[in-house]
């Protein structure tokens, strides 16, 4: 097992990622995990706000040392992770939103972040951020009442977080052995997709490019999405917020 090989717990902390990066800095090894009980700057893509009430929900951090070839993976291994945790936990089957939205029934269940610190062609160190709604109860929050769903909800009573935390690294160990093998997460990732074939839209918050109106055609090995632009013209997305259009 790489991953729990050392693991930081924080009652209280700004960041789990910031914490990680500073060990990974430091010389940690690979599999450590920061985790925390609340954090009080958790952020997303676009340094977006990850609301996370004290003690109801999983924050977690994982400082690994893929080469380059395996980065495109780390993303996929964290979503496939965290479904696959739902599906044990809840019973229900999850679906994922390109690029890194893990939804049960429509609603985001799952944050996913990955952040990397590269020289040349080597990576220095990874680190998978994910916040996992565990015991949130959304329509507390007006923010993500309609948009946000949690493991509770879908169990009908509170979680254990500790249990709940055990098998998220189980099955995130589980696919990062597989990356290390060499092994392509792509197929079983994409097969949990939710949006191909379907029209939609592409903005990328915090450029200036232009929202593209498309239709997602397929995923490509490194989990870009190549989509069909509404004047016929194929475009490959690495990056960027995807809606649904009607
Ligand atoms: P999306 O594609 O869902 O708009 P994103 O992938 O760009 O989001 P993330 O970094 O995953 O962004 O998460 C930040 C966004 O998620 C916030 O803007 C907010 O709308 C939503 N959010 C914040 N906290 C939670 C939570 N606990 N559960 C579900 N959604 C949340």
Redesign the pocket.
Known sequence: MIIGSRIHFFRQTASTMDECRSLARTGSIEGTVVSANFQGAGR???Q?????PSGE?IQVSILLRPTITQLPYLNMAAALAASNTAREITGHHSEI?WP??VQLAGK?LC?I?IESEISGVEVDFAIIGI?L?VN?EPGRHE??KN??SSLKQFCGRTVSRSQTFRILLKHLDYYYERIKAGESLTSEWASKLNMLGCNIQISFPGTNKPTINCKADSLNEDGSLSVRIDDGSMFTATAG?VTLRS
């Open positions: 997303g893509r676009f977006r706000l990850w609301l996370s929900n939103k890194n939205d985001k944050g972040l916040g709604n949130l923010e993500i948009s946000a917020e």
